[in-house]
């Protein structure tokens, strides 16, 4: 009898202790809530990463204050809510959905005016091949969905607060750095999925992915059209069946239209983002060219019914898709080529409206049907993949997104070797160097040319900086004038330490104004920034001269 009174008493305790157990481990999800599920994220006290889409997104349209968002698929991944919130004055969050269906994402953004009655805008990308889905169709390749996070089912919130995964992939380690004293916050929307700098840009890069594709080699978001043409059984087709058609409009109808009529209040912008031409010569080499216009002809046609939906279509914005140095593979950009998307919507650039849309897609297909792709594999390669950024900081100059210097912070700098030259069309005085340095390059125990600049002598402008954490970029033009003048731009802290530099060789360069950056997206605090233009050692010519101007941060 005392051993079975004891037993009873150890399986009592062993509950007690397991429900305890799992109490505190209830707790401290609910409390952290890394997913934001019941309340806000507690950045006075934890930190928080941004980058489990599917999880998070229903806890940011919930919990998280805005007025705007940014939604779509893996091409929206590199919008900034920083620039958002600049050029159109609002107060942003950014929805990625990676390989999402339009039937995902129109249930996101109804959710998303169901929650919050101050949502004003909705950014919304697009493409193409989504419009060619079922109404109803959502992606069954992306993993299981956590209905869990959102639904008002509040029993099978046991798969959230005893997830395993959550437990021990996130709450011990927040709990972890606050134990070791980390800074408490939580991931910026602009670093949110962001993806931009972390990939390989160029002919080289896409044309290599491909022909991977190709060979059936690739994955699954290799293309978004892929979705579409898997769950589409007739996908050969060269043409659109009535079926298909009628297909498009309910899916537009249902999962875009619906909602703008519904709150005719909000602004929806509708995004139709832009393939390369890599993308394009592929739908030629299908004889599906006309096939996907019609696609976008028919889409279009339905949005244009709602006055709320303001339609932009990036298809003829030539210079950037013929240019692969923008893209990673055939449909994926650069976070460069977002910013200028935002742009050209501020400026009502690529507009589609009643009385341009058959014009804008006719000319479309004209500009696509006589392109000489020969051109995307003879065309360079940049080595360095910043440079196509560098090729548009003229083009974003005049937003909010370039910050220049001041004028008197270039003149209160220190000059070496080099004057100041006032340029009427420029808000700041070019800066041209001139001469060498007295550097002696046969001497082993010289300094190298970047502890030289900062302890003895250089050929241009010193000045110090305060770099401000939202800066990704320290960017500038430059040109060479004469003989063995060269661009040195180095990034100092307070040591002499170099954080950032950027050069080039003089043989490598025209007397053409090019525009150049580095970047500074870890670099923050006040800097000394030294700008030198004349040669490295004695063995240039004195004569040498370049030129430094519109200096700014983004």
């Known amino acids: 009898m005392k051993k079975e009174l004891k037993a009873r008493n150890w399986l009592i305790i062993y509950f007690i202790v397991l429900a305890a157990v799992l109490a505190a481990i209830a707790a401290g999800v609910s409390y952290l809530d890394p997913f934001f599920h019941y309340h806000k994220p507690l950045i006075e006290k934890f930190y928080y990463e941004l980058d489990n889409e599917r999880s998070q997104n229903d806890g940011i349209i919930k919990h998280f204050d805005y007025d705007t968002i940014i939604i779509g698929n893996s091409m929206t991944q590199n919008f900034k809510t920083t620039d958002v919130d600049r050029l159109f004055e609002a107060s942003s969050v950014k929805l990625p959905l990676s390989g999402t269906t339009n039937k995902e994402t129109g249930d996101l953004i109804r959710k998303a005016l169901q929650e919050n009655s101050g949502l004003k805008t909705v950014f919304r990308g697009f493409v193409i091949g989504n419009f ?197 593979d055939e449909i994926h950009y650069g976070g460069w080529i977002n910013t200028l998307i935002l742009k050209y919507i501020k400026e009502g650039k690529y507009q589609l409206k009643q009385d341009n849309y058959q014009d804008y897609l006719d000319q479309v297909r004209q500009f696509y049907l006589s392109f000489d792709y020969s051109y995307l594999t003879e065309q360079e390669d940049y080595v360095q993949d910043e440079q196509a950024f560098y090729n548009l900081l003229n083009e974003l100059a005049d937003t909010a997104y370039f910050t220049p210097l001041s004028e008197d912070l270039i003149k209160n700098g220190l000059l070496s070797n080099a004057e100041l030259k006032n340029e009427s069309q420029s808000k700041q005085p070019e800066i041209v160097c001139r001469g060498t340095l007295q550097r002696d390059y046969q001497d082993p125990k010289e300094l190298d040319i970047a502890d030289y600049l900062y302890q003895k002598d250089y050929c241009g402008l010193r000045m110090e900086i305060d770099l401000d954490e ?85």
Request: proline share 3%; glycine share 6%; charged share 25%.
């Open 132 to 328: 060619l889905q079922e109404k109803d169709y959502l992606r069954t390749d992306l993993g299981e969905f956590p209905t869990y996070l959102y639904n008002q089912n509040p029993f099978d919130d046991v798969y959230y607060l005893f997830n395993r995964d959550v437990v021990f992939l996130r709450i011990y380690k927040m709990l972890k750095e606050r134990a070791e004293g980390a800074a408490p916050g939580i991931t910026s929307f602009d670093d949110y999925s962001y993806w931009s700098d972390q990939m390989t840009y160029g002919k080289n890069a896409v044309l290599r992915k491909k022909r991977i594709d190709e060979a059936g080699e690739g994955s699954a978001d290799s293309t978004e059209m892929s979705a579409a043409e898997e769950q589409n059984k007739n996908a050969e087709l060269t043409y659109l069946t009535e079926n298909q058609k009628q297909m498009i409009r309910e899916n537009v109808r249902q999962n875009i239209t619906s909602i703008a009529e519904e709150y005719p209040d909000v602004d929806f912008y509708s995004i139709i983002l832009p393939y390369s031409a890599a993308w394009w010569q592929e739908r030629m080499e299908k004889d599906r060219l006309d096939m996907n216009l019609d696609i976008e002809k028919i889409a279009v046609e339905e949005m244009l019914k709602c006055p709320n939906i303001h339609i932009f279509s990036f298809d003829l914005m030539t210079d950037i898709t013929t240019d692969l140095n923008n893209y990673k």
């Open 470 to 554: 939202g800066s990704e970029w320290l960017v500038f033009q430059g040109r060479k004038i004469k003989d063995h003048g060269q661009p040195g731009v180095y990034i100092y802290d307070s040591s002499g330490n170099v954080l950032g530099s950027f050069a080039l060789n003089y043989k490598n360069l025209d007397d053409e104004w090019h525009s150049y950056g580095i970047n500074i997206k870890n670099i923050s605090g006040p800097v000394t920034v030294i700008f030198h233009g004349g040669y490295i050692d004695f063995s240039g010519s004195k004569d040498s001269q370049y030129a430094f101007k519109d200096i700014g941060l983004q």
